[in-house]
T-cell receptor, first 113, second 117 residues
Framework: AQTVTQSQPEMSVQEAETVTLSCTYD???????LFWYKQPPSRQMILVIR??????QNATENRFSVNFQKAAKSFSLKISDSQLGDTAMYFC??????????FGDGTTLTVKP | GAGVSQSPSNKVTEKGKDVELRCDPI?????LYWYRQSLGQGLEFLIY????????KSGLPSDRFSAERTGGSVSTLTIQRTQQEDSAVYLC???????????????FGPGTRLLVL
């Protein structure tokens, strides 16, 4: 069974600064996918970024980037130049070709003006 | 459709009543998921449908919960004899499956907020 752990229930950051959200996972699989999802207060969950485990290069989407450390089973999310609209709950998730995903408990991020 | 839709958006019911929650996935998506999210909490996996395969029901919390997916598209989550602890947001998601395998991103609906009085 896979587990996903987000050790930071809440975090805050000043607008325009950088923040890193942590995620670790445990699996015996070799081929898998990792995701960060964002759930703003309006509640609709959307994908922020995804990483295929077989790719060594860290995924980047504009201000969002990941630090994927496969050996350490770590998958942190870095948000650069934080904006007020980044305030949300962030979920780290693990998925395999079998389909079912495992989500962490989430980190609530508040961006302060 | 343009995205995953769910209905109703809000549902208030009395303890002991049955409720049905509906999910319309993105057209062409073969995988469909149901999750439960209590206030401010993470996602609890309930059930997963993939094409014509038998669904993965391993997350259903009790036999009061069941789900169907008709014609590989619309899905209905049914909760019988609702209890107050069933109060939560129920999220549906769908994803495409690449021909050669591979897990695609899940696209979430807005959820149904269920309140059992």
């Amino acid at each position: 069974a896979q587990t996903v752990t987000q050790s930071q229930p809440e975090m805050s950051v000043q607008e325009a600064e950088t923040v890193t959200l942590s995620c670790t996972y445990d699996t015996s699989e070799n081929n898998y996918y990792l995701f960060w999802y964002k759930q703003p207060p309006s509640r609709q969950m959307i994908l922020v970024i995804r990483q295929e485990a077989y790719k060594q290069q860290n995924a980047t989407e504009n201000r969002f980037s990941v630090n994927f450390q496969k050996a350490a089973k770590s998958f942190s999310l870095k948000i650069s130049d934080s904006q007020l609209g980044d305030t949300a709950m962030y979920f780290c998730a693990f998925g395999t070709n079998a389909g079912k995903s495992t989500f962490g408990d989430g980190t609530t991020l508040t961006v302060k003006p | 459709g343009a995205g995953v839709s769910q209905s109703p958006s809000n549902k208030v019911t009395e303890k002991g009543k049955d409720v049905e929650l509906r999910c319309d996935p993105i057209s062409g998506h073969t995988a469909l998921y149901w999750y439960r999210q209590s206030l401010g909490q993470g996602l609890e996996f309930l059930i997963y449908f993939q094409g014509n395969s038998a669904p993965d029901k391993s997350g259903l919390p009790s036999d009061r919960f069941s789900a169907e997916r008709t014609g590989g598209s619309v899905s209905t989550l049914t909760i019988q004899r609702t209890q107050q602890e069933d109060s939560a947001v129920y999220l549906c998601a769908s994803s495409a499956q690449l021909a050669g395998g591979g897990k695609q991103t899940q696209y979430f609906g807005p959820g149904t907020r269920l309140l059992v009085l």
